[in-house]
């Protein structure tokens, strides 16, 4: 008996998509939130196959340009990509990163990531006037440099520089590699206990948009961290920035009473 061909399942034709044409929200971008949501919450896994653009509008009772529209908000996050041959396909989730006292290497780990890193530099400098007054020593003193590029599903994601006393810990570039810095801090036997943390924006400048995948000028976000360990010492200061596209912080507020 002959081997019938594969047909991969449409992975969007079971969810439960519509549009409430009452609404004064635009239709493509409650399809688009639909599907967002989908993705982030692992119900369209990385590598599924959306499905065929005039399938999805026909079901949905919409014009082709709305789905479209709605696809092409998503490939503007990075959620999705549209692949020759292949079709829209997505790509992964944004990381949804808590303001906690953290390490990047360790959410995209417990978020399913994959996380991998490549180590871009790691020199001893002497401190300039901002690490100093970051780290509380003085101007002139040695520091570490560390510069690393931070990858989840092979994609980047961040680009790392932390700036760390020079004798505070052995930092050799493979073991970087392999695992987070907090990681290695907490085996050399650091205990972290706060930081002073500051989140931004701006655009990317040409060099930090090739390194990226990104085109100059596109948004990204910032985090400067100052890390104390228990005894109240500086021990790290980090400078980093990340694609806004693929990258997001969350922020819990209370009211206070």
Do not use: W
Request: hydrophobic fraction near 40%.
């Amino acid at each position: 008996m002959p081997k019938q061909p594969r047909h991969d399942p449409d992975p969007a034709a079971p969810l439960p998509l519509s549009v409430d044409r009452s609404s004064p929200v635009p239709l493509y971008f409650q399809l688009a939130q639909q599907l967002e949501s989908a993705i982030e919450g692992g119900v369209l896994t990385p590598g599924s196959l959306l499905g065929n653009e005039i399938d999805l509008a026909g079901r949905l009772g919409l014009s082709r340009p709305t789905v479209r529209q709605a696809i092409q908000s998503l490939v503007d996050k990075g959620l999705l990509v549209r692949r020759r041959g292949v079709g829209t396909q997505v790509v992964h989730s944004r990381v949804r990163r808590p303001l906690e006292l953290s390490s990047l290497y360790d959410d995209l780990e417990a978020a399913g990531q994959h996380p991998a890193t490549t180590v871009l530099s790691n020199t001893v400098e002497p401190a300039d006037a901002l690490v100093a007054a970051s780290l509380g020593i003085a101007e002139g003193s040695e520091v570490r440099r560390i510069e690393r590029l931070r990858l989840a599903h092979g994609e980047p994601v961040a680009r790392l520089r932390n700036h760390l006393p020079a004798r505070l810990l052995d930092c050799e570039s493979e073991r970087l590699e392999a695992t987070g810095l907090y990681r290695m801090m907490r085996a050399a036997g650091i205990t972290l206990h706060s930081a002073r943390q500051t989140v931004g924006a701006r655009a990317a400048d040409g060099p930090e948009a090739e390194l990226l995948g990104e085109e100059p000028g596109a948004p990204l976000l910032t985090m400067e961290r100052t890390t104390f360990d228990d005894t109240g010492r500086a021990v790290e200061y980090g400078s980093h920035v990340y694609r806004a596209g693929r990258y997001a912080f969350e922020f819990q507020l209370l009211v206070r009473p």
